[in-house]
């Protein structure tokens, strides 16, 4: 038994061994030249100049904004629409957790990198990079770095969806895109984006039910009743996704249907 759990703990202490290797390795040099830790000093009193105060409300707002960075990315780029579809492929596998959430999650977000790409690059060059170098004020920056991203999603919104939050808004018939503010145009792009996720789900789902239908039919023709036929379709799905290489064609149908 001693043999046995010395066995089993095996990786646990090759894991620690090398985390000390790591860590002696890493301490003449930290020996040699130490490391400073930065200090951080808040206070809290009366500001003799406006400039203080504004400094102040611009670090809230620049931590509002960090807080508020999971829904702009979830929200307002193309990553609704490839977890929303990577979703209904697990389901329509039935493969329970498999792949598990953060492989899932972890796709969705590298992919939204890839496809985003492009909008991310011009914001950078046409928004951030003038404003580190002093050539922009802050607010110009913010107004040439969002046009990219409302391009994006105004091409991928449907005219219906816009229509219908802008009705609801009580805000005028705008003229242009410009005259179609933001909160209008965030919720009109995620409708849409589901919409298409949910139509590609569909689709994905129709060669997974006919598999279904088929096991099922062949199991009740053989009076197994007893024999759940997710069992049995399971291995015949996973056989067929994997033959006809469905996470290549998977992924290439999301990348594409950005173009």
């Known amino acids: 038994m001693r043999a046995l759990g010395i066995r089993k703990a095996g990786p646990v202490l090759a894991a620690l061994l090398l985390v000390l290797v790591v860590l002696n390795t890493a301490v003449p040099a930290a020996e ?26 611009q670090l809230l707002l ?5 807080s508020l960075a999971p829904a702009i990315l979830l929200l307002m780029t193309c990553f609704v629409r490839i977890v ?12 329970q957790q498999v792949p598990p959430n953060q492989v899932v999650v972890g796709l969705a977000l590298f992919l939204t990198f ?7 690059t011009q914001i950078n060059e046409e928004a951030l ?6 050539e922009i004020s802050q607010e110009e920056a913010l107004s040439k770095g969002a046009e990219p991203l409302r391009e994006f999603m105004f091409y991928h919104t449907r005219e219906k969806d816009l229509a219908l939050f802008v009705n609801i808004s009580g805000m005028e018939t705008p003229e242009g895109k410009e005259d179609v503010p933001m909160r209008v145009l965030i919720p009109a792009y995620v409708i849409s984006e589901l919409k298409t996720a949910f139509q590609m789900g569909f689709m994905l789902f129709i060669p997974f039910l ?12 053989m009076g197994m009743f007893m024999l759940p036929p997710v069992v049995v379709s399971l291995p ?3 056989l067929l996704f994997v033959m006809v290489d469905g996470w290549h064609l998977v992924v290439k149908s999301l990348v594409e249907s950005f173009a």
Do not use: H, W
């Not at 929303?84 to 493969?95: K, S, Y």
């Not at 890839?114 to 991310?120: E, Q």
């Open 84 to 95: 929303v579809v990577l979703a209904f492929l697990r389901n329509a596998l039935a493969t």
């Open 62 to 66: 620049l931590l509002a904004l960090l």
């Open 129 to 134: 990079q003038p404003y580190l170098a002093g």
């Open 236 to 238: 015949f799905k996973i």
């Open 114 to 120: 890839f496809v985003m790409s492009p909008v991310l």
């Open 32 to 57: 040699a030249q130490p490391f400073q830790i930065p200090g951080l000093e808040v206070r809290i009193g009366s500001g003799e100049e406006p400039g203080e105060i504004v400094g102040f409300l």
């Open 210 to 221: 006919i598999i279904d239908m088929v096991v099922a039919s062949t199991l009740m023709s």
